[in-house]
Protein backbone atom coordinates (compact mmCIF):
# COMPACT_ATOMS: atom_id res chain seq x y z
CA UNK A 1 0.00 0.00 0.00
CA UNK A 2 1.57 3.46 -1.03
CA UNK A 3 2.69 5.46 1.75
CA UNK A 4 0.23 8.13 1.24
CA UNK A 5 -2.85 5.83 1.38
CA UNK A 6 -1.63 4.73 4.60
CA UNK A 7 -0.94 7.73 6.29
CA UNK A 8 -5.00 9.02 4.88
CA UNK A 9 -5.94 5.95 6.69
CA UNK A 10 -3.81 6.31 9.98
CA UNK A 11 -5.87 9.61 9.88
CA UNK A 12 -9.05 8.47 9.40
CA UNK A 13 -8.35 6.30 12.01
CA UNK A 14 -7.08 8.89 14.27
CA UNK A 15 -10.33 11.48 13.66
CA UNK A 16 -12.31 7.99 14.68
CA UNK A 17 -10.37 7.48 18.08
CA UNK A 18 -11.21 11.21 18.43
CA UNK A 19 -15.23 11.35 17.90
CA UNK A 20 -15.01 8.22 20.15
CA UNK A 21 -13.03 10.04 23.24
CA UNK A 22 -15.59 13.27 22.43
CA UNK A 23 -18.63 10.72 22.65
CA UNK A 24 -17.25 9.04 25.74
CA UNK A 25 -16.72 12.59 27.64
CA UNK A 26 -19.92 13.64 26.67
CA UNK A 27 -21.71 10.47 28.00
CA UNK A 28 -19.85 10.87 31.26
CA UNK A 29 -21.08 14.26 31.66
CA UNK A 30 -24.32 12.69 31.06
CA UNK A 31 -27.29 12.65 33.15
CA UNK A 32 -28.47 9.81 31.61
CA UNK A 33 -25.04 7.91 31.95
CA UNK A 34 -25.40 4.28 33.09
CA UNK A 35 -22.67 1.44 33.70
CA UNK A 36 -23.15 -0.19 30.83
CA UNK A 37 -23.67 2.67 28.01
CA UNK A 38 -20.02 3.41 29.71
CA UNK A 39 -18.86 0.13 29.30
CA UNK A 40 -20.04 0.36 25.43
CA UNK A 41 -18.36 3.14 24.72
CA UNK A 42 -15.30 2.11 26.32
CA UNK A 43 -15.04 -0.80 23.93
CA UNK A 44 -15.94 1.32 20.89
CA UNK A 45 -13.02 3.77 21.83
CA UNK A 46 -10.60 0.30 22.28
CA UNK A 47 -11.27 -0.74 19.12
CA UNK A 48 -10.69 2.56 17.48
CA UNK A 49 -7.55 2.97 19.47
CA UNK A 50 -6.66 -0.72 17.95
CA UNK A 51 -7.81 0.29 14.50
CA UNK A 52 -5.47 3.24 14.62
CA UNK A 53 -2.13 1.31 15.95
CA UNK A 54 -2.82 -1.17 12.80
CA UNK A 55 -2.86 1.36 9.97
CA UNK A 56 -0.18 3.74 11.66
CA UNK A 57 3.58 2.22 11.68
CA UNK A 58 4.42 5.63 14.24
CA UNK A 59 1.40 4.53 16.68
CA UNK A 60 2.51 4.83 20.36
CA UNK A 61 0.70 4.70 23.78
CA UNK A 62 2.46 8.02 23.77
CA UNK A 63 0.33 9.81 20.91
CA UNK A 64 -2.50 7.67 22.10
CA UNK A 65 -2.28 9.59 26.02
CA UNK A 66 -1.42 12.98 24.05
CA UNK A 67 -4.58 12.89 21.90
CA UNK A 68 -6.82 12.01 25.44
CA UNK A 69 -5.32 15.01 26.84
CA UNK A 70 -5.99 16.95 23.71
CA UNK A 71 -9.69 16.43 23.72
CA UNK A 72 -9.93 16.55 27.36
CA UNK A 73 -8.35 20.37 27.32
CA UNK A 74 -10.44 21.76 24.27
CA UNK A 75 -13.12 20.33 24.72
CA UNK A 76 -13.53 20.66 28.44
CA UNK A 77 -11.26 23.38 29.45
CA UNK A 78 -10.56 25.20 32.41
CA UNK A 79 -13.60 24.90 35.32
CA UNK A 80 -15.26 23.27 32.95
CA UNK A 81 -13.42 19.44 33.68
CA UNK A 82 -14.55 19.66 37.58
CA UNK A 83 -18.26 18.90 36.38
CA UNK A 84 -16.48 16.05 34.63
CA UNK A 85 -14.25 14.91 37.56
CA UNK A 86 -17.59 15.21 39.71
CA UNK A 87 -19.29 13.16 36.99
CA UNK A 88 -16.12 10.86 36.91
CA UNK A 89 -16.66 10.30 41.01
CA UNK A 90 -20.64 9.68 41.43
CA UNK A 91 -21.83 8.13 37.85
CA UNK A 92 -18.35 6.85 36.10
CA UNK A 93 -15.86 4.34 34.73
CA UNK A 94 -15.06 4.02 38.73
CA UNK A 95 -18.56 3.49 39.58
CA UNK A 96 -19.18 1.30 36.99
CA UNK A 97 -16.88 -0.89 38.80
CA UNK A 98 -16.92 -4.94 37.83
CA UNK A 99 -18.91 -3.55 34.77
CA UNK A 100 -16.27 -2.92 32.98
CA UNK A 101 -14.70 -5.78 31.60
CA UNK A 102 -11.15 -6.61 32.65
CA UNK A 103 -9.24 -5.74 29.35
CA UNK A 104 -11.22 -2.65 29.34
CA UNK A 105 -9.96 -1.47 32.42
CA UNK A 106 -6.56 -0.40 31.91
CA UNK A 107 -8.31 2.33 29.42
CA UNK A 108 -10.73 3.35 32.05
CA UNK A 109 -7.91 4.10 34.25
CA UNK A 110 -5.86 6.04 32.32
CA UNK A 111 -8.62 8.62 31.21
CA UNK A 112 -9.97 8.75 34.57
CA UNK A 113 -6.42 9.61 36.23
CA UNK A 114 -6.11 12.17 33.30
CA UNK A 115 -9.50 13.57 34.38
CA UNK A 116 -8.76 13.89 37.31
CA UNK A 117 -5.12 15.66 36.87
CA UNK A 118 -6.84 18.33 34.64
CA UNK A 119 -9.02 19.15 37.34
CA UNK A 120 -6.46 19.34 40.11
CA UNK A 121 -4.70 21.85 37.69
CA UNK A 122 -7.51 23.58 37.57
CA UNK A 123 -8.22 24.17 41.25
CA UNK A 124 -4.63 24.95 41.84
CA UNK A 125 -4.85 27.61 38.97
CA UNK A 126 -8.23 29.07 40.55
CA UNK A 127 -6.91 28.64 43.93
CA UNK A 128 -4.18 31.30 42.78
CA UNK A 129 -6.71 33.85 40.96
CA UNK A 130 -8.39 33.87 44.29
CA UNK A 131 -5.61 34.41 46.22
CA UNK A 132 -4.31 37.11 44.36
CA UNK A 133 -7.47 38.39 43.36
CA UNK A 134 -8.08 38.54 47.51
CA UNK A 135 -4.36 40.32 48.11
CA UNK A 136 -5.46 43.54 45.63
CA UNK A 137 -8.45 43.33 47.70
CA UNK A 138 -6.55 43.57 50.30
CA UNK A 139 -4.81 46.87 49.61
CA UNK A 140 -6.83 49.79 50.10
CA UNK A 141 -6.64 52.10 46.69
CA UNK A 142 -9.93 52.03 45.43
CA UNK A 143 -10.48 55.25 46.88
CA UNK A 144 -7.49 56.77 45.93
CA UNK A 145 -8.48 55.41 42.31
CA UNK A 146 -12.16 56.93 42.72
CA UNK A 147 -11.21 60.14 43.69
CA UNK A 148 -8.26 60.85 41.33
CA UNK A 149 -10.79 59.88 38.72
CA UNK A 150 -13.27 62.00 39.38
CA UNK A 151 -11.81 65.15 39.39
CA UNK A 152 -12.17 67.18 36.71
CA UNK A 153 -8.89 68.95 36.11
CA UNK A 154 -6.35 67.34 37.53
CA UNK A 155 -3.06 68.38 36.59
CA UNK A 156 0.29 66.89 34.62
CA UNK A 157 1.50 65.07 37.79
CA UNK A 158 -2.03 63.48 39.40
CA UNK A 159 -2.79 62.79 35.48
CA UNK A 160 0.54 60.89 35.06
CA UNK A 161 0.63 59.15 38.44
CA UNK A 162 -3.15 57.87 37.90
CA UNK A 163 -2.67 56.58 34.27
CA UNK A 164 0.85 54.37 35.74
CA UNK A 165 -1.76 53.12 38.63
CA UNK A 166 -3.89 51.87 36.00
CA UNK A 167 -1.34 50.42 34.15
CA UNK A 168 0.02 48.42 36.91
CA UNK A 169 -3.89 47.63 37.78
CA UNK A 170 -4.07 46.26 34.27
CA UNK A 171 -0.87 43.99 34.26
CA UNK A 172 -2.38 42.88 37.79
CA UNK A 173 -5.52 41.16 35.77
CA UNK A 174 -4.93 37.22 36.15
CA UNK A 175 -3.22 35.15 32.72
CA UNK A 176 -3.11 31.85 32.33
CA UNK A 177 -0.11 30.24 33.14
CA UNK A 178 1.23 33.47 35.96
CA UNK A 179 3.16 31.78 38.39
CA UNK A 180 3.39 32.95 42.30
CA UNK A 181 6.44 34.75 42.03
CA UNK A 182 5.00 36.82 39.05
CA UNK A 183 1.88 38.03 40.65
CA UNK A 184 3.41 39.09 43.86
CA UNK A 185 6.04 41.17 41.52
CA UNK A 186 2.76 42.50 39.83
CA UNK A 187 0.69 43.65 43.52
CA UNK A 188 4.44 44.45 44.16
CA UNK A 189 4.70 47.22 41.13
CA UNK A 190 0.75 48.25 42.21
CA UNK A 191 1.26 48.84 45.59
CA UNK A 192 4.13 51.10 44.33
CA UNK A 193 2.14 52.67 41.54
CA UNK A 194 -0.84 53.18 44.67
CA UNK A 195 1.43 54.72 46.99
CA UNK A 196 2.90 57.21 44.07
CA UNK A 197 -0.97 57.82 43.43
CA UNK A 198 -1.80 58.70 47.13
CA UNK A 199 1.19 61.19 46.98
CA UNK A 200 0.48 62.97 43.85
CA UNK A 201 -3.33 62.90 45.31
CA UNK A 202 -2.08 64.64 48.51
CA UNK A 203 0.72 66.72 46.95
CA UNK A 204 -2.21 68.31 43.81
CA UNK A 205 -5.71 68.18 46.20
CA UNK A 206 -4.58 67.88 49.91
CA UNK A 207 -8.50 68.56 51.03
CA UNK A 208 -9.24 65.56 48.73
CA UNK A 209 -6.32 63.52 50.30
CA UNK A 210 -7.45 62.49 53.44
CA UNK A 211 -10.69 60.22 52.73
CA UNK A 212 -7.41 58.39 50.15
CA UNK A 213 -5.24 58.10 53.15
CA UNK A 214 -7.57 56.74 55.67
CA UNK A 215 -8.97 54.00 53.53
CA UNK A 216 -5.23 52.86 52.79
CA UNK A 217 -4.27 53.05 56.55
CA UNK A 218 -7.32 51.31 57.77
CA UNK A 219 -6.74 48.55 54.75
CA UNK A 220 -7.30 44.95 55.44
CA UNK A 221 -3.53 44.23 55.44
CA UNK A 222 -3.35 46.54 58.68
CA UNK A 223 -5.93 45.57 60.27
CA UNK A 224 -4.61 42.56 60.40
CA UNK A 225 -0.58 42.92 60.89
CA UNK A 226 -2.19 45.08 64.38
CA UNK A 227 -3.54 41.95 65.82
CA UNK A 228 -0.25 39.66 64.93
CA UNK A 229 1.01 37.85 67.72
CA UNK A 230 4.61 37.75 67.16
CA UNK A 231 6.21 33.75 67.14
CA UNK A 232 9.92 34.28 67.21
CA UNK A 233 12.35 37.54 67.61
CA UNK A 234 12.15 39.20 63.48
CA UNK A 235 8.26 38.68 63.86
CA UNK A 236 9.08 40.96 67.28
CA UNK A 237 10.94 43.45 65.49
CA UNK A 238 8.84 43.67 63.00
CA UNK A 239 5.96 44.02 64.81
CA UNK A 240 7.29 46.48 67.81
CA UNK A 241 8.29 48.89 64.25
CA UNK A 242 4.85 48.88 63.09
CA UNK A 243 2.69 49.32 66.35
CA UNK A 244 5.09 52.27 67.11
CA UNK A 245 3.13 55.40 66.21
CA UNK A 246 0.14 53.33 64.73
CA UNK A 247 -3.13 54.68 65.66
CA UNK A 248 -6.64 53.75 63.75
CA UNK A 249 -8.51 56.48 65.70
CA UNK A 250 -6.28 59.40 64.27
CA UNK A 251 -6.15 61.10 60.75
CA UNK A 252 -3.23 60.00 59.51
CA UNK A 253 -0.43 62.33 57.27
CA UNK A 254 0.59 60.47 54.02
CA UNK A 255 4.23 59.86 55.37
CA UNK A 256 2.55 57.70 58.15
CA UNK A 257 0.48 55.78 55.89
CA UNK A 258 2.64 55.05 53.66
CA UNK A 259 5.51 53.95 56.07
CA UNK A 260 3.16 51.75 58.20
CA UNK A 261 1.54 50.10 55.41
CA UNK A 262 4.93 49.07 53.97
CA UNK A 263 5.97 47.57 58.04
CA UNK A 264 2.56 46.33 57.68
CA UNK A 265 3.60 43.98 54.43
CA UNK A 266 7.20 43.48 56.01
CA UNK A 267 5.30 42.12 58.72
CA UNK A 268 2.43 39.97 57.08
CA UNK A 269 5.59 38.76 54.85
CA UNK A 270 7.34 37.45 57.74
CA UNK A 271 4.57 35.27 59.35
CA UNK A 272 3.56 34.04 56.12
CA UNK A 273 6.83 32.25 55.25
CA UNK A 274 7.32 31.26 59.05
CA UNK A 275 3.87 29.63 59.15
CA UNK A 276 4.80 27.88 55.33
CA UNK A 277 7.85 26.51 56.55
CA UNK A 278 6.58 25.05 59.32
CA UNK A 279 5.68 21.47 59.15
CA UNK A 280 2.05 20.72 60.80
CA UNK A 281 2.16 18.46 63.55
CA UNK A 282 5.73 19.65 64.98
CA UNK A 283 6.02 20.63 68.50
CA UNK A 284 7.01 24.49 69.09
CA UNK A 285 10.60 25.45 69.16
CA UNK A 286 11.83 27.08 72.99
CA UNK A 287 12.18 30.57 71.10
CA UNK A 288 8.50 30.16 69.52
CA UNK A 289 6.93 28.88 73.14
CA UNK A 290 8.95 31.77 74.61
CA UNK A 291 7.39 34.24 72.47
CA UNK A 292 3.86 32.78 73.14
CA UNK A 293 4.43 33.14 76.59
CA UNK A 294 5.50 36.57 76.33
CA UNK A 295 2.24 37.88 74.06
CA UNK A 296 -0.36 35.90 76.78
CA UNK A 297 1.62 38.30 79.64
CA UNK A 298 2.56 40.95 78.03
CA UNK A 299 0.12 43.79 79.25
CA UNK A 300 0.01 42.24 82.99
CA UNK A 301 3.92 42.48 82.81
CA UNK A 302 4.11 46.05 81.49
CA UNK A 303 1.09 47.15 84.16
CA UNK A 304 3.22 45.83 87.27
CA UNK A 305 6.56 47.74 86.32
CA UNK A 306 4.09 50.54 86.08
CA UNK A 307 3.06 50.41 89.48
CA UNK A 308 3.66 53.37 92.22
CA UNK A 309 6.17 51.75 94.89
CA UNK A 310 8.44 52.48 97.61
CA UNK A 311 12.86 52.36 96.52
CA UNK A 312 13.20 49.55 99.06
CA UNK A 313 9.93 47.51 98.52
CA UNK A 314 11.64 43.97 98.29
CA UNK A 315 9.00 42.26 95.85
CA UNK A 316 9.05 44.92 93.06
CA UNK A 317 13.24 44.92 93.56
CA UNK A 318 12.61 40.88 93.18
CA UNK A 319 10.60 41.50 90.04
CA UNK A 320 12.49 44.09 88.46
CA UNK A 321 15.26 42.09 88.96
CA UNK A 322 13.80 38.89 86.93
CA UNK A 323 12.23 41.10 84.58
CA UNK A 324 15.60 42.58 83.59
CA UNK A 325 16.71 39.36 82.98
CA UNK A 326 14.67 38.27 80.24
CA UNK A 327 16.18 38.54 77.00
CA UNK A 328 13.34 41.00 75.78
CA UNK A 329 11.06 43.40 76.84
CA UNK A 330 7.87 43.03 78.07
CA UNK A 331 6.84 44.12 74.21
CA UNK A 332 9.54 41.85 72.51
CA UNK A 333 12.01 44.46 71.89
CA UNK A 334 15.70 42.90 72.32
CA UNK A 335 17.59 44.54 75.13
CA UNK A 336 20.98 43.81 73.55
CA UNK A 337 20.63 43.68 69.65
CA UNK A 338 24.43 42.37 69.49
CA UNK A 339 24.10 39.63 71.26
CA UNK A 340 24.05 36.12 70.43
CA UNK A 341 20.77 33.80 70.48
CA UNK A 342 19.89 33.89 73.63
CA UNK A 343 19.23 30.30 75.22
CA UNK A 344 14.86 30.63 74.95
CA UNK A 345 14.55 27.62 77.34
CA UNK A 346 16.40 29.35 80.07
CA UNK A 347 14.17 32.55 79.36
CA UNK A 348 10.91 30.97 79.49
CA UNK A 349 11.70 29.86 82.86
CA UNK A 350 12.71 32.94 83.49
CA UNK A 351 9.49 34.29 82.15
CA UNK A 352 7.47 32.14 84.38
CA UNK A 353 9.62 33.28 87.82
CA UNK A 354 8.77 37.04 86.54
CA UNK A 355 5.04 36.50 85.91
CA UNK A 356 5.31 34.49 89.95
CA UNK A 357 7.46 37.32 90.98
CA UNK A 358 4.69 39.83 89.60
CA UNK A 359 1.70 37.89 91.20
CA UNK A 360 3.89 38.27 94.63
CA UNK A 361 3.69 42.26 94.16
CA UNK A 362 -0.16 42.08 94.00
CA UNK A 363 -1.42 39.97 96.49
CA UNK A 364 -1.47 42.67 98.69
CA UNK A 365 -3.29 44.89 96.03
CA UNK A 366 -5.62 42.15 95.37
CA UNK A 367 -6.69 41.66 99.01
CA UNK A 368 -7.12 46.04 99.70
CA UNK A 369 -9.23 46.34 96.76
CA UNK A 370 -11.37 43.06 97.16
CA UNK A 371 -11.81 44.98 100.98
CA UNK A 372 -12.65 48.05 98.93
CA UNK A 373 -15.60 46.40 97.03
CA UNK A 374 -17.18 44.63 100.03
CA UNK A 375 -17.76 47.71 101.91
CA UNK A 376 -18.67 49.55 99.03
CA UNK A 377 -21.68 46.73 99.35
CA UNK A 378 -22.58 48.51 102.75
CA UNK A 379 -23.32 51.41 101.11
CA UNK A 380 -27.10 52.02 101.28
CA UNK A 381 -26.88 54.84 98.25
CA UNK A 382 -26.67 52.98 94.91
CA UNK A 383 -26.07 56.27 93.13
CA UNK A 384 -23.49 56.73 95.70
CA UNK A 385 -21.75 53.37 95.67
CA UNK A 386 -21.62 53.90 91.63
CA UNK A 387 -19.58 56.61 91.83
CA UNK A 388 -17.09 55.83 94.38
CA UNK A 389 -16.83 52.43 92.71
CA UNK A 390 -15.72 54.08 89.62
CA UNK A 391 -13.84 56.73 91.28
CA UNK A 392 -12.27 52.93 92.99
CA UNK A 393 -11.79 51.35 89.23
CA UNK A 394 -10.15 54.37 87.99
CA UNK A 395 -7.39 54.45 90.64
CA UNK A 396 -6.52 50.62 90.40
CA UNK A 397 -3.78 49.70 88.09
CA UNK A 398 -5.45 47.09 85.57
CA UNK A 399 -2.49 44.69 86.92
CA UNK A 400 -4.83 44.54 89.84
CA UNK A 401 -8.03 44.84 88.24
CA UNK A 402 -6.45 41.33 85.66
CA UNK A 403 -6.20 39.45 88.65
CA UNK A 404 -8.99 39.99 90.85
CA UNK A 405 -11.48 36.84 91.43
CA UNK A 406 -14.06 36.94 88.53
CA UNK A 407 -16.30 37.26 91.26
CA UNK A 408 -15.23 40.58 92.55
CA UNK A 409 -14.62 41.84 88.85
CA UNK A 410 -18.53 41.09 88.16
CA UNK A 411 -19.41 42.77 91.79
CA UNK A 412 -17.65 45.97 90.81
CA UNK A 413 -19.06 46.18 87.55
CA UNK A 414 -22.44 45.79 88.87
CA UNK A 415 -21.66 48.65 91.22
CA UNK A 416 -20.03 50.74 88.61
CA UNK A 417 -23.69 50.18 86.37
CA UNK A 418 -25.43 51.53 89.32
CA UNK A 419 -29.11 52.58 88.12
CA UNK A 420 -27.98 52.01 84.60
CA UNK A 421 -30.48 49.17 82.82
CA UNK A 422 -28.08 49.36 79.11
CA UNK A 423 -25.61 50.91 77.77
CA UNK A 424 -25.83 54.88 77.63
CA UNK A 425 -25.01 57.28 74.60
CA UNK A 426 -21.14 58.06 73.88
CA UNK A 427 -21.33 61.51 75.51
CA UNK A 428 -19.40 63.26 77.90
CA UNK A 429 -21.90 63.40 80.77
CA UNK A 430 -21.61 59.50 81.01
CA UNK A 431 -17.59 59.32 80.33
CA UNK A 432 -16.38 58.42 84.22
CA UNK A 433 -18.66 55.43 83.82
CA UNK A 434 -17.69 54.56 80.01
CA UNK A 435 -14.07 54.75 80.76
CA UNK A 436 -14.49 52.35 84.13
CA UNK A 437 -16.40 50.10 82.55
CA UNK A 438 -13.90 50.09 79.32
CA UNK A 439 -11.07 48.99 82.27
CA UNK A 440 -13.24 46.80 83.76
CA UNK A 441 -13.86 44.68 80.56
CA UNK A 442 -9.94 44.62 79.91
CA UNK A 443 -9.10 43.51 83.22
CA UNK A 444 -12.22 40.49 82.50
CA UNK A 445 -9.78 37.68 80.57
CA UNK A 446 -11.14 34.45 79.07
CA UNK A 447 -10.88 32.00 81.90
CA UNK A 448 -8.07 28.77 81.82
CA UNK A 449 -10.78 26.11 82.20
CA UNK A 450 -12.90 27.91 79.26
CA UNK A 451 -9.68 28.30 76.94
CA UNK A 452 -9.06 24.33 77.55
CA UNK A 453 -12.28 23.76 76.72
CA UNK A 454 -12.56 25.40 73.36
CA UNK A 455 -9.25 23.96 72.07
CA UNK A 456 -10.80 20.54 72.91
CA UNK A 457 -13.74 21.51 70.63
CA UNK A 458 -11.88 22.48 67.73
CA UNK A 459 -10.04 19.69 67.93
CA UNK A 460 -13.36 17.41 67.91
CA UNK A 461 -14.45 19.99 65.01
CA UNK A 462 -11.35 19.60 63.35
CA UNK A 463 -11.34 15.72 63.04
CA UNK A 464 -14.68 16.28 61.34
CA UNK A 465 -14.08 18.43 59.16
CA UNK A 466 -11.04 16.22 58.30
CA UNK A 467 -13.61 13.74 56.33
CA UNK A 468 -14.61 17.06 54.24
CA UNK A 469 -11.66 18.17 53.35
CA UNK A 470 -11.71 17.29 49.41
CA UNK A 471 -14.91 19.54 49.50
CA UNK A 472 -13.38 22.41 51.43
CA UNK A 473 -10.33 22.16 49.92
CA UNK A 474 -12.46 23.11 46.44
CA UNK A 475 -14.49 25.82 47.89
CA UNK A 476 -11.22 27.44 49.05
CA UNK A 477 -9.78 27.43 45.57
CA UNK A 478 -13.29 27.84 44.22
CA UNK A 479 -14.59 30.61 46.63
CA UNK A 480 -14.66 33.21 44.51
CA UNK A 481 -16.58 31.17 41.46
CA UNK A 482 -19.17 30.52 43.88
CA UNK A 483 -22.87 31.74 44.00
CA UNK A 484 -24.39 33.23 47.20
CA UNK A 485 -26.55 29.53 47.23
CA UNK A 486 -23.30 27.78 46.54
CA UNK A 487 -21.84 30.08 49.80
CA UNK A 488 -24.09 29.61 51.84
CA UNK A 489 -24.62 26.03 51.61
CA UNK A 490 -20.99 25.51 52.31
CA UNK A 491 -21.22 28.25 55.09
CA UNK A 492 -24.80 26.40 56.84
CA UNK A 493 -22.48 22.98 57.09
CA UNK A 494 -19.54 24.60 58.45
CA UNK A 495 -22.01 26.71 61.31
CA UNK A 496 -23.87 23.10 61.45
CA UNK A 497 -20.63 21.28 62.51
CA UNK A 498 -19.34 24.30 64.50
CA UNK A 499 -22.16 24.33 66.73
CA UNK A 500 -22.55 20.86 66.99
CA UNK A 501 -19.11 20.79 68.72
CA UNK A 502 -19.71 23.67 70.99
CA UNK A 503 -23.27 21.42 72.12
CA UNK A 504 -25.29 24.66 70.69
CA UNK A 505 -28.19 25.13 68.39
CA UNK A 506 -26.51 26.06 64.85
CA UNK A 507 -28.04 29.53 63.58
CA UNK A 508 -31.36 29.89 61.96
CA UNK A 509 -29.94 31.11 58.64
CA UNK A 510 -27.42 32.80 57.22
CA UNK A 511 -28.36 35.70 54.70
CA UNK A 512 -26.39 38.20 52.24
CA UNK A 513 -27.14 41.39 51.94
CA UNK A 514 -26.08 44.84 50.36
CA UNK A 515 -27.00 47.12 53.71
CA UNK A 516 -23.81 49.26 53.44
CA UNK A 517 -23.78 49.09 57.41
CA UNK A 518 -22.81 45.86 57.05
CA UNK A 519 -19.02 45.99 56.72
CA UNK A 520 -18.13 42.12 57.26
CA UNK A 521 -20.52 40.08 59.20
CA UNK A 522 -22.85 40.54 62.12
CA UNK A 523 -24.82 38.27 64.12
CA UNK A 524 -28.57 38.88 64.83
CA UNK A 525 -29.49 37.95 68.09
CA UNK A 526 -33.37 38.33 67.96
CA UNK A 527 -33.76 36.56 64.87
CA UNK A 528 -30.43 33.63 65.52
CA UNK A 529 -29.45 34.96 62.11
CA UNK A 530 -25.68 35.46 60.51
CA UNK A 531 -25.67 38.50 58.40
CA UNK A 532 -22.56 38.52 55.43
CA UNK A 533 -22.13 42.07 53.97
CA UNK A 534 -21.59 42.29 50.12
CA UNK A 535 -20.68 45.79 49.88
CA UNK A 536 -17.03 45.56 50.48
CA UNK A 537 -16.52 42.02 48.96
CA UNK A 538 -14.65 40.84 52.30
CA UNK A 539 -16.50 37.37 51.98
CA UNK A 540 -15.03 36.69 48.27
CA UNK A 541 -11.51 35.88 50.75
CA UNK A 542 -12.25 32.27 51.90
CA UNK A 543 -10.31 32.42 55.27
CA UNK A 544 -11.54 36.06 55.60
CA UNK A 545 -15.32 34.12 55.71
CA UNK A 546 -14.21 30.93 58.22
CA UNK A 547 -12.98 33.46 60.63
CA UNK A 548 -16.14 35.81 60.56
CA UNK A 549 -18.57 32.75 60.28
CA UNK A 550 -16.93 31.33 63.36
CA UNK A 551 -16.54 34.68 65.07
CA UNK A 552 -20.40 35.35 64.49
CA UNK A 553 -21.52 31.41 65.74
CA UNK A 554 -19.11 32.25 68.56
CA UNK A 555 -21.67 34.69 69.79
CA UNK A 556 -24.56 32.52 69.39
CA UNK A 557 -23.11 29.98 71.68
CA UNK A 558 -22.38 33.10 74.08
CA UNK A 559 -26.00 33.65 74.03
CA UNK A 560 -26.67 29.70 74.43
CA UNK A 561 -24.05 29.23 77.15
CA UNK A 562 -25.25 32.08 79.49
CA UNK A 563 -28.82 31.75 78.71
CA UNK A 564 -27.53 27.58 80.60
CA UNK A 565 -26.42 28.62 83.26
CA UNK A 566 -28.30 31.49 84.31
CA UNK A 567 -31.54 29.01 84.14
CA UNK A 568 -29.93 26.57 86.30
CA UNK A 569 -30.44 26.43 89.90
CA UNK A 570 -28.42 28.55 92.01
CA UNK A 571 -26.12 25.56 93.55
CA UNK A 572 -25.79 23.84 90.24
CA UNK A 573 -24.83 27.10 88.32
CA UNK A 574 -21.52 26.99 90.00
CA UNK A 575 -21.33 23.24 89.08
CA UNK A 576 -20.66 24.44 85.95
CA UNK A 577 -17.52 24.08 84.14
CA UNK A 578 -17.54 27.22 82.61
CA UNK A 579 -20.19 28.84 85.07
CA UNK A 580 -17.36 32.12 85.38
CA UNK A 581 -17.23 32.93 81.86
CA UNK A 582 -20.75 32.58 81.42
CA UNK A 583 -21.26 35.07 83.86
CA UNK A 584 -18.89 37.00 82.22
CA UNK A 585 -20.78 37.16 78.65
CA UNK A 586 -23.96 37.68 80.47
CA UNK A 587 -22.64 40.94 81.73
CA UNK A 588 -21.27 42.00 78.73
CA UNK A 589 -24.86 41.17 77.06
CA UNK A 590 -26.71 44.67 77.78
CA UNK A 591 -23.80 46.43 78.09
CA UNK A 592 -22.57 46.35 74.38
CA UNK A 593 -20.13 48.71 73.17
CA UNK A 594 -20.25 49.31 69.30
CA UNK A 595 -16.86 49.38 67.62
CA UNK A 596 -18.12 53.04 65.73
CA UNK A 597 -17.95 54.64 69.49
CA UNK A 598 -14.94 53.14 70.71
CA UNK A 599 -13.13 50.41 69.04
CA UNK A 600 -10.42 49.69 71.73
CA UNK A 601 -12.96 49.00 74.16
CA UNK A 602 -15.21 47.18 71.51
CA UNK A 603 -12.35 44.49 71.06
CA UNK A 604 -11.92 44.19 75.05
CA UNK A 605 -15.12 43.71 76.07
CA UNK A 606 -15.74 39.63 76.61
CA UNK A 607 -18.12 38.34 74.28
CA UNK A 608 -15.69 40.41 71.33
CA UNK A 609 -12.26 38.91 72.72
CA UNK A 610 -13.63 35.44 72.91
CA UNK A 611 -15.54 35.80 69.21
CA UNK A 612 -12.20 37.46 67.43
CA UNK A 613 -9.82 35.01 69.36
CA UNK A 614 -12.08 32.06 68.35
CA UNK A 615 -12.64 33.37 64.95
CA UNK A 616 -9.14 33.56 63.90
CA UNK A 617 -7.38 30.23 65.86
CA UNK A 618 -9.90 28.11 63.82
CA UNK A 619 -9.75 29.70 60.48
CA UNK A 620 -5.62 29.00 60.79
CA UNK A 621 -6.22 25.74 62.02
CA UNK A 622 -8.66 24.93 59.27
CA UNK A 623 -6.36 26.56 56.34
CA UNK A 624 -3.79 24.68 57.71
CA UNK A 625 -5.33 21.82 57.33
CA UNK A 626 -6.41 22.26 53.84
CA UNK A 627 -3.08 23.30 53.11
CA UNK A 628 -1.35 19.41 54.58
Known sequence: MPRCVRRAAACVQQRHARSQIEALLDRLASRQASAAG?????????????????????????????????????????????????????????????????????????????ITTQADSSRAVEGLKAKHRNELQKMGFGTARQIAAGILWKGPVLSAALKAFDQANKACEFKPGATEAQLRAARDELEHAGDNLLDAL??????????????????????????????????????????????????PGKALVLDKSRQAKALLREVAEHNTQRQPGTPRTAEEQYFRELSRQRRYLERVDDLDSAADDPDMKEFQALL???????????RDPGEAAPDYAKALETLQLTVEAADQKVAMLIADTVEQIAQLERESSITQRAKQARQLVQRTSLAVLMKLPVREQLILLRQVRGHLRGQPPNDPRWRPFLDAQSKLYRAMQLSPAFLRHEKEQRRTLMSWLQRDKKMLREARDLWHTYTPGQMRDIMMKIAQAHSRALNCEPPQDIRFTTDPDVKGYR??????????????????????????????????????????????????????????????????????????????????????????????????????????
Open 202 to 251: DRTHPKLAPAALSARYSATANWRAVHIQPKNQAQADLYNRFVEGHNFDTS
Open 324 to 334: AQLPTSPQGAR
Open 523 to 628: WLRDQRVILVGTVNRQFLDFEDMIAGLCHENSHNWQDQLAKQVQEEHPVSQEDHPLHEQALSFAANHGFYIRANTDYLAYRSQPVEAHAFRTGAKFSADLMRMLAS
Open 38 to 114: LAADLRKLSEAKQQWALSDPQFSEEAFGDLLRTVLERQWPGKKVLHLEKALHERCLAAAGDSVPEELRPLRDQLSAL
